[in-house]
């Protein structure tokens, strides 16, 4: 049984962390590192765009199955920088081991800010080196790694929880993330701007990569905040064995309780998003395929139509159904049914292809429900067993704001 | 040679308009007419959504080869309205062909508006009564029928243009439009809530269809306010041949001419995109194919972060690569050149994968040609030979309002 406690980064055994300003934005921390006394199995997810950011592309090309510690600077996502930009992470890489006396190679690099700048390196070795010097356990940690690595995020993202393995190890299994913008990652395994890191003193073997990947597609993969992808979206599970579990590769509790921490991260971010004052969640049932699930909850979250009618809580409900027509997906209009949860109220809306109601007052329970921090769209395609669920944000002025101004 | 004339869209021989107050809407007019004085030849287009409007459907089953009248109504979509809302269509032609004299399967029928409402078919009778009687010729009955077929447009889509055919006849087309919010059409022939009708004297024969498609596909299809699709979005090609042309099925004169008055209306749609300060311009070149050119078009212009950044003249132009690379397409990043124009300014950003500046005085050259009410974007993808251009608008503060409070 999956147990959510108070912790952070550092609440598995052996885990140290630090968060320090290296002087890349002008006060806020901006610099991360994340340590293991023991040299961690690494399970590293990577961007699908096309264009990779510097660290992405070495990280991928070196391909290192244990990590002893992850660098992660703000501010700046080194992407889009050329040669230079490369050998940028390289550096980073010999700055942190030479700290920590470690090959280069069990160093991580994770960049996120803003896209074609060449790094500060003055700036940047100087905050490896003090975050070296600065590594430590504890919520204190925990809090500091967390602030270093957010950009335009307004909220901590972290979750810890402790789990009895089927051998009988009480492992415990922590992760962080930051993300607020140019997010709909596509991650693949060895292959997010969300950077999430998970510490988790359980044993890993070479096996969990299925697993892995399909924890990754229901969990981060379902978040869209606008559907970009970024250059650097990159999540590193770091499991250090300290705990001395078997191999917890198949074990349905450990991939639980990263289940449950990856889903915290996912509503977390769509939380998180851009500007956004509400949580959307959408959950798609009765789809011919999971693919079409996938679909279908991907147009609603990304669209603009459906996010701003969400953020006046403007009953425009037909913008959904236009959502699930130009998705591609196959759907009954005889057997579609549309409900919208917010608060403690559930309001069916459509039945059959028709609207259930009419009346401008059954009208107003829709926008009581849409008037909610959090809302949720449950919709039944009418064709078959396969769902999906994915979180986004509402579109606000806010957004436009924040995006309006970043470069500034 | 295509001469762009002051006209609209009673211009052609043979053709007269109408734009009337029904009452669906509280004060606009919100009911137009066109009627051909002979039947004419049409070539319509419908949305690809899964999801189609009553009158999408109905004109795909009835598939008639000539119309003589278009009945077109605003303020409420008849979508999602199941059954009644099939009827209501039928109803809408017979009211129609009565008024007209005419077979009911000769007028087509077109709606925009608010969708999941029932039509209020007690105004759309009278709306379409009233039509019928006031059927004009000339620039004030075009005003009319621009004006009645808006929504949330805040200027009249209209264009015309003379051609001399290569049989020597000197015809005219005329091209009326709305769509502003929902926009990222992609039309079939026979098979976007843009509406366009294009009037012609030209006589065309069964062979325009494959060149429509094309002019769609170049025009129309590369327009997108939002990324959403419409489950109303149509255009109707209307052919009389009253000029006594030979047929222009094959006449490169007359697909020059439509190309022009479909590429003003495209321009036009994303100018007045919903909330818009500034209308984007595209130009992907050096494309390996021209599907891949369209999609890195497309995902520039549908990128919220480019959109802002357009908006806020933020020279964030970083995302404008991880557009190109989220869409798949193929790109060498050694050879990938970006420009920025605006105004008089054409300022070079991306040569051979890095930026061509670093320094913060050259990012405010960007920053000024960004600052101007038309901003196009090149991009040299270094692969092929291929090209697409498309046409978008920034995301602003007053689309957000506008679509938060759209059914309210």
Known sequence: MVEIIDGGITTPQGFKAAGVHSGVKYRSLDMGMVYSEVPATAYCAFTS???KAAPVQVMMEENSPTLSAVVINSGNANALTGHRGIEDVYTM??????????DPKQVGVMSTGLIGRFLDMHKIRYGISRAAKTLDVGREADGLICQAIMTTDTIKKECAVRVRLSDGTLVYVAGISKGSGMIEPHMKVLHGTTLTIITTDA?????????WQSILDDTVNMVSVDGDQSTNDTCILLANGMSNSKPADRDPEFAAALRTIMTHIARCIATDGEGASKLIEVDVNGAASKEDARKAVKAIINSPLVKTA?????????RIMMAIGKSGCAFDINEVRL???????????LDSGSPVFQDERAV????????????????DLGVGEESSTGWGCDLTYDYVRINAEYAS
């Open 203 to 211: 044993t890993l073997g070479p096996d969990f990569a299925d697993t």
């Open 49 to 51: 765009n096309n264009v």
């Open 364 to 379: 107003e329970v829709v926008r009581m429900a849409m008037d909610n921090k959090e809302v949720t769209i449950v919709v």
């Open 310 to 318: 969400i953020f006046g809580a403007d009953p425009n409900y037909g």
């Open 93 to 102: 890489k010999q700055v942190a081991a030479a700290e920590l006396e470690l």
């Open 339 to 349: 409900t919208i949860k917010g608060g403690d109220m559930e309001v069916p809306i």
